[in-house]
Every structure is written in C-alpha cells, then in structure tokens.
C-alpha cells in the first residue's frame, strides 16, 4: 500500500512538469529564430506562433502562461490560441501593432499595465524559466502530502503490529498449534 502511494505520488511530480503546452523543442527552435534575427516577411505562422510562444513563457512562465490563456478566454490547441500567439510574435517580434494584440494588451502582458500591477516584464527570471511561486507552493504541498500519508500509513501499520496480533498471525499461518496459542495468550494476559 505505502509503495502504491509513494509511486503514484512521484509519478505525479515527475508528470507535473509535462503539463506545459509548449515544450522545451519548440521554446529552443523560437530562440534560434529569434537570435538568427530571422526576417518575418520569410516566417511562417508556425514560426511565428512557436516565437509567441516562446514570448509568452517568457513573460509568464510555467502554470502563469497556462493561468494568462485562461483569463483571456484561450483554450489549448484553439485557432484562437493560435492566431494570438502569431499577433503576439507579430507585435513584439517583429515590431508591428494592431490587430488582435492591442497596445494595452501588450502593455499589460508585458507587466506595464495597472491590469496586474507593475512587474518588470520577465519577473526577473531572465530566459531560464526559474519556478514561480505558485509552482514553488504547489511542489512543497505536495512534499507535505506525501510526508502526512507516509507518517498516517506507518503508524496505522504499527498499531497493528502488537503482541497478540503477531501472535493471531502465526497461528493463522500454522507455525503453532491451537494448544500453543491458548498457552501463549495465557501467559500474555498474566
């Protein structure tokens, strides 16, 4: 039982790190074309969404990215996740402005808008995607989870160990006779 759990617990954490929709591929082919200084008249719109992705997990990095499409309404894998990923590499990239990314919601992106205060535009994480909090939070929770049922399934397995039930055991095995049981338990209860 205990191993059962403490699997399914580390497979939990090691999966936690999967969730992410873009993965480290995409973000390291954005970061090639985006230092390749790659003209955007020659991109494609998959170029240009990876490179908005790219943006947007530098702005919000981790659960924060997945956290900004839900409070803009985006559902992954959509059209709409998309085609606001190729506007957003469209506005930052490669310096154009209108269409859906609207100068405010740049600026609010960007951490300059009064929407979700006055952050500096990576959170001061640079481009090495360090944990955010509530990543930092998430992962400690589930260190005391696994610590409480670890401490609750080791006592539990403990109370059962008393002298009268190991002794209950070996005579269900049949190491010892009824006779040697009766005179056993006696001798406990004396």
Sequence with gaps: MKRTIFSALIVLLLSWGLVNAVTQQELNDAKSLIDSKADCKSLSNSQLEIIGEYYMEQMHPGTAHELMHEMMGLTEGSKAEEQFHINLARTLYCGESGGMMGGSMVNVMMGGGNMMGNYPGVYGYGNYGYWDIFQILFLLAIIFLVWFVYKFVTKKNS?????????K????KGE???KQFEAMKKDMED
């Design 159 to 167: 109370s059962s160990a008393t002298p009268l039930n190991i002794l």
């Design 169 to 172: 055991q070996r005579f269900a």
């Design 176 to 178: 010892i006779t009824k």
